[in-house]
Every structure is written in structure tokens, then in C-alpha cells.
Nanobody, 124 residues
Framework: VELAESGGGSVQAGGSLTLTCEAS????????MGWWRQAPGTERELVAT???????????SVKGRFTISSPSAAGTKILAVSLRMERLKPEDTAMYYC???????????????WGQGTQVTVSA
């Protein structure tokens, strides 16, 4: 499974960005895709995940500001996800990684597939 991310960049606080991630293929009928992030000197933090049954999970710090979505119909394999980030804050600055697996996990180390990462920088 190969994951290709796009959409990172620099924005001022209060602005918006959209990240996208596309997967090459999946060996499973049910799967999960999502985003984790890591700022220098910190641990990886959950941003948002989406399961093929439509279930979502958001990190506490982004809930209400970020939205994860997919063009795939609920109940089908997720082959791409978007992360719409609004009302961005300087503390959202991090490398954002797309993840995928046959189910969503609460620990980053449980994910088998990772993208290369895309940098998001929010200036005050």
C-alpha cells in the first residue's frame, strides 16, 4: 500500500488548508485512513481517522476545526481522504502523516502504512 499526500504549506493563523491522501490499493475489504501529526520534539498526535463504515475519530485539539472526509461511499473501501483544516493556530504547525490500515487504531505505532508526510506551518 502506497500513500501519496498533498496540500501542505504555510498559512497565517485563522486561515485554512486542505490535505489530501490517495492510496494505491488495499488487500482488505474494510479499512481505515487518517492523519497523525508530529511537531519537532513532540510525540505523534492523532489528528483524525475515518473508517470505511463511516466512523470518525478526532484528536481533542482539532475537534470542531478539522474535518476528515472521503469521496468513497460509506461501506466501501476508502481509497482517498481529505482533511479540511480551518481556524488554524500556530500550534497546528507540524508534519502531517497520512496513515492506513485494515482498522483504525488509537496508537500511532499500530499503523502499518504511512505516507512521507507533508509540512503544515501556521504563522502568528
Amino acid at each position: 500500500v502506497e500513500l501519496a499526500e498533498s496540500g501542505g504549506g504555510s498559512v497565517q493563523a485563522g486561515g485554512s488548508l486542505t490535505l489530501t491522501c490517495e492510496a494505491s490499493e488495499y488487500p482488505w475489504d474494510h479499512n481505515c485512513m487518517g492523519w497523525w501529526r508530529q511537531a519537532p520534539g513532540t510525540e505523534r498526535e492523532l489528528v483524525a481517522t475515518l473508517e470505511s463504515d463511516g466512523g470518525t475519530l478526532y484528536g481533542t485539539s482539532v475537534k470542531g476545526r478539522f474535518t476528515i472526509s472521503s469521496p468513497s461511499a460509506a461501506g466501501t473501501k476508502i481509497l482517498a481522504v481529505s482533511l479540511r483544516m480551518e481556524r488554524l493556530k500556530p500550534e497546528d504547525t507540524a508534519m502531517y502523516y497520512c496513515v492506513a490500515d485494515n482498522q483504525c487504531w488509537t496508537k500511532s505505532s499500530s499503523y502499518d502504512y504511512w505516507g512521507q508526510g507533508t509540512q503544515v506551518t501556521v504563522s502568528a
